[in-house]
């Protein structure tokens, strides 16, 4: 055999080994994917809403269009979310949903999250959350507690660049309220929630399948003719501290005017949530 046959040879050999070389590379990666909000994207673990204490008895549909800003990564979505009263102020059910999303990460961030691209190669949605309430107590005097129940199903994309976790989770929480101002002539009130529960997800760790977090929150929410203002920061506090660790601290100024609503929203992330959020959204009320 000679030299030019061999280096012939050789080289056809890379040609056919190097793409299944390439695809190998980036499912070695996927095992060492860190399952916690720092390591994924802004959408990838829902830390929970603190809510106002009493189920709604209104049919609300809404669409908003999101962006989520972090100096390694930046991200556009678009969410909607369909809210159905089951036994009116009594019971709801809520069903939400990332329908598109977009991103952009920096080579450094990409290698610190294990993904694979800087950029997606291909179109995807995001994950569902079903989520249950119900009304346990409603009094004037002394106050309000709603139970929520929560599934966040595993239908996300792009588990290659740590997007979405293509894993199920849940959570559960008591949200407890009392509204200490009420001017009903002048539409005016002042309320306080605080929440308190327990989330848990499945991971890729093969010793601990799983991580479970105490979530919290604490907020309040005024109301002022057709306009109502919803602040809160919340979080969860994982127990393998990997970046399971989220803080955020959220603003929701709605405008109504004849069943139909105008929310912008406004979130800063701190601890392990590393974003910055900025939504419009449009709801509609029947």
Same mark, same amino acid.
């Given at each position: 055999?000679?030299?030019?046959?061999?280096?012939?040879?050789?080289?056809?050999?890379?040609?056919?080994?190097?793409?299944?070389?390439?695809?190998?590379? %980036?499912?070695?990666?996927?095992?060492?994917?860190?399952?916690?909000?720092?390591?994924?994207?802004?959408?990838?673990?829902?830390?929970?809403?603190?809510?106002?204490?009493? #189920?709604?008895?209104?049919?609300?549909?809404?669409?908003?269009?999101?962006? +989520?800003?972090?100096?390694?990564?930046?991200?556009?979505?678009?969410?909607?979310?369909?809210?159905?009263?089951? #036994?009116?102020?009594?019971?709801?059910?809520? #069903?939400?949903?990332?329908?598109?999303?977009?991103?952009?990460?920096?080579?450094?961030?990409?290698?610190?999250?294990?993904?694979?691209?800087?950029?997606?190669?291909?179109?995807?949605?995001?994950?569902?959350?079903?989520?249950?309430?119900?009304?346990?107590?409603?009094?004037?005097?002394?106050?309000? #507690?709603?139970?929520?129940?929560?599934?966040?199903?595993?239908?996300?994309?792009?588990?290659?660049?740590?997007?979405?976790?293509?894993?199920?989770?849940? %959570?559960?929480?008591?949200?407890?309220?009392?509204?200490?101002?009420?001017?009903?002539?002048?539409?005016?009130?002042?309320?306080?929630?605080?929440?308190?529960?327990?989330?848990?997800?499945?991971?890729?760790?093969?010793? +601990?399948?799983?991580?479970?977090?105490? *979530?919290?929150?604490?907020?309040?929410?005024?109301?002022?003719?057709?306009?109502?203002?919803?602040?809160?920061?919340?979080?969860?506090?994982?127990?393998? *501290?990997?970046?399971?660790?989220?803080?955020?601290?959220?603003?929701?100024?709605?405008?109504?005017?004849?069943?139909?609503?105008?929310?912008?929203?406004?979130? +800063?992330?701190?601890?392990?949530?590393?974003?910055?959020?900025?939504?419009?959204?449009?709801?509609?009320?029947?």
């Amino acid at each position: 055999m000679t030299f030019r046959f061999k280096l012939v040879f050789f080289t056809l050999f890379l040609l056919l080994v190097s793409p299944s070389l390439r695809s190998e590379d %980036w499912r070695d990666k996927m095992e060492n994917i860190i399952y916690s909000p720092r390591y994924f994207g802004p959408n990838g673990f829902p830390i929970p809403e603190l809510r106002e204490s009493c #189920v709604g008895s209104r049919f609300e549909a809404e669409v908003r269009g999101e962006y +989520h800003y972090y100096s390694g990564d930046k991200t556009k979505d678009f969410y909607t979310r369909a809210y159905i009263p089951i #036994v009116k102020g009594k019971a709801a059910i809520e #069903v939400s949903a990332i329908v598109w999303e977009d991103y952009k990460l920096t080579p450094e961030t990409r290698d610190e999250r294990f993904a694979a691209e800087t950029e997606s190669p291909i179109s995807y949605n995001g994950d569902v959350i079903i989520s249950s309430l119900f009304q346990l107590l409603r009094d004037p005097k002394l106050g309000n #507690v709603m139970l929520s129940l929560n599934l966040k199903t595993a239908s996300g994309g792009r588990l290659a660049d740590a997007r979405f976790t293509d894993a199920a989770s849940y %959570w559960f929480d008591v949200t407890v309220g009392r509204t200490l101002f009420e001017n009903k002539e002048q539409k005016m009130s002042f309320s306080v929630q605080g929440l308190v529960g327990f989330y848990c997800w499945m991971t890729n760790d093969r010793v +601990h399948r799983q991580n479970d977090a105490i *979530n919290y929150g604490i907020g309040f929410t005024a109301k002022l003719q057709n306009f109502k203002l919803q602040s809160d920061f919340s979080g969860f506090h994982g127990y393998e *501290n990997n970046g399971d660790r989220p803080m955020i601290i959220r603003n929701n100024l709605t405008y109504e005017y004849k069943k139909n609503g105008l929310s912008f929203r406004y979130y +800063h992330g701190m601890k392990d949530r590393l974003y910055e959020s900025y939504t419009l959204g449009y709801i509609r009320y029947f």
